[in-house]
């Protein structure tokens, strides 16, 4: 048997939500749905001047027209790099074989997790990247 | 360029897994490196790191027969203590092959902390050819040359230095190295000054890509903890002067060290090493980090605005 599969047959019976008289889903209901995190790439010293907000979870970074993150470089390869967010919300970034590598804090990497403040060199460009959380839709009152 | 090593690391702490807020950047997991030569995989020590590492795997590619060399640095509690969660370990289409220290055992060993009252799975549940081999000299696996070499450390520990054409890369974890300095007594006296190591010793770390190295302590906390087994700073700094590697992971983080704590260790190192001109890239190794083993390329001179 697989060691989380045991693990979960034997935490199953117990039923949090309906312990006593209390019940925890209801009782303790917040208001999370409309909240989303997105990443965002601040420029320190860019080809471009705006922040880069990446909106969904998968984001091309390149020279390219076509590219979702266009950076008008001729050090930048037309696909470049990656950035992606997983379904728990991790950012990460994968170098597509450019010419001229992608950094973060400085390392080359071939991939990479990233966290908030880390600083990504592309091309001749330097961003810090950032999560920001945004609601989507209109908040009840 | 593809020819050579690929190295990830899925566990960078020292001795306990340390999740939390103040560690997410560097990560919580206990030592586990991946290394890649074309379809050759090694993995080098079974900390917690090794669970999302054979999750990712099986996400990426699925349940196909996978051959696994795994090489133990040593068997302390923080580099075995991922094994029975490693699931390719369970399923019979895997080869595993298990390289430890020679003087230890070490089947007996990985098979002590999954029985009984420990664990709710034997070592026998793992149904992979599991084939122990102890480490005895140089040997190779899949095109990898790998050299062993003794670490001072409680019980001993083991380095690698591993090689796929122009590629080098090693491992020295678990290692107090001030303690087999020829001019101990100097260094104590002065935590700054070189150390001078027997020449095989350093011969093992000259002309690597990538070097990583156990640097546990900030120096002031490694005055109180000398004979734990660990590197301090100090330690790191001469150790990169002396044998001038590409690269330097800093690596084995104390459990006590924050994110902030970690980068501003990796500054300090790269701080005194910008005194005296030696041009080595040093970082603290991070969770989620691959990279090529291979002599970096600086990166495009930044825009001017
Ligand atoms: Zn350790
Ligand atoms: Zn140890």
């Known amino acids: 048997m697989n060691v989380d599969d045991a693990a979960e047959q034997t935490l199953r019976p117990f039923k949090l939500e309906t312990i006593g008289e209390t019940d925890l889903a209801r009782d303790f209901d917040r208001p999370t749905t409309g909240i989303r995190v997105m990443g965002v790439l601040l420029p320190v010293q860019a080809c471009v001047k705006d922040r880069i907000v990446i909106v ?11 590219a979702e993150i266009v950076l008008p470089d001729s050090a930048v390869s037309k696909r470049h790099a990656r950035i992606r967010c ?22 080359p990497v071939l991939s990479c997790a990233l966290h908030g403040g880390d600083s990504i060199r592309i091309g001749r460009s330097m961003f ?6 945004s609601f989507e839709g209109t908040t009840e009152t | 360029m593809s020819d050579g090593l690929t190295i990830r690391f899925w566990g960078t702490r020292g001795s306990i897994p340390t999740p939390g807020r103040s560690t997410e950047k560097y ?21 917690s790191g090794i669970r999302e590492m054979s999750t990712k795997w099986l996400d990426e590619e699925g349940v196909g027969p996978t051959n696994v060399s795994l090489l133990f640095t040593h068997l302390h509690w923080d580099h075995i203590q991922g094994f029975p969660f490693f699931a390719h370990g369970y399923m019979s289409q895997n080869e595993l092959v298990v390289f430890g220290e020679a003087d230890k055992p070490v089947e007996e060993l990985l098979s002590g902390q999954m029985s009984g009252d420990y664990f709710p799975v034997e070592l026998s549940a793992m149904r992979a050819k599991m ?3 102890p480490i005895v000299g140089p040997f190779e696996v899949g095109g990898v040359h ?18 796929a054409g122009d590629s080098v890369l090693v491992v020295a974890t678990d290692s107090e190295l001030d303690l087999i300095a020829q001019n101990r007594d100097e260094v104590l006296e002065d935590h ?5 190591y027997a020449d095989d010793f350093l011969e093992m770390f000259r002309g690597a890509n990538l070097v990583v190295l156990d640097c546990q302590y900030t120096d002031s906390i490694y005055a109180q903890r000398t004979g734990w087994g660990h590197n301090s700073v100090a330690t790191a700094v001469d150790l990169c002067r002396q044998t001038r590697p590409d690269m330097v992971a800093l690596y084995h983080h104390d459990p006590q060290s924050s994110d902030d704590t970690v980068s501003n260790m990796a500054d300090e190192v790269n701080r005194r090493l910008a005194q005296t001109k030696d041009r080595i890239l040093v970082f603290a190794a991070r969770e989620g980090l691959a990279m090529r083993v ?7 001179a930044l825009i001017k605005d």
């Open chain 1, 56 to 66: 969904g979870s998968s984001a091309v970074v390149g020279r390219d027209p076509t």
């Open chain 1, 86 to 107: 997983d379904p728990d919300g991790l950012y990460s970034i994968e170098d597509l074989g450019s010419s001229n590598g992608t950094y973060v804090d400085n390392v």
């Open chain 1, 128 to 133: 810090v990247f950032d999560r920001i959380r």
């Open chain 2, 27 to 47: 990560g919580g997991n206990t030592p586990c490196i991946e290394v890649r030569h074309r379809d050759t995989r090694i993995v080098v020590d079974a900390g």
């Open chain 2, 131 to 133: 084939v122990f081999r």
């Open chain 2, 146 to 163: 790998v050299t062993p070499f003794p670490l001072p450390h409680p019980g001993g520990s083991l380095g690698f230095r591993m090689q």
């Open chain 2, 192 to 196: 700054e000054a070189s150390r001078s």
């Open chain 2, 294 to 300: 291979a002599k970096p390329k600086p990166p495009p």
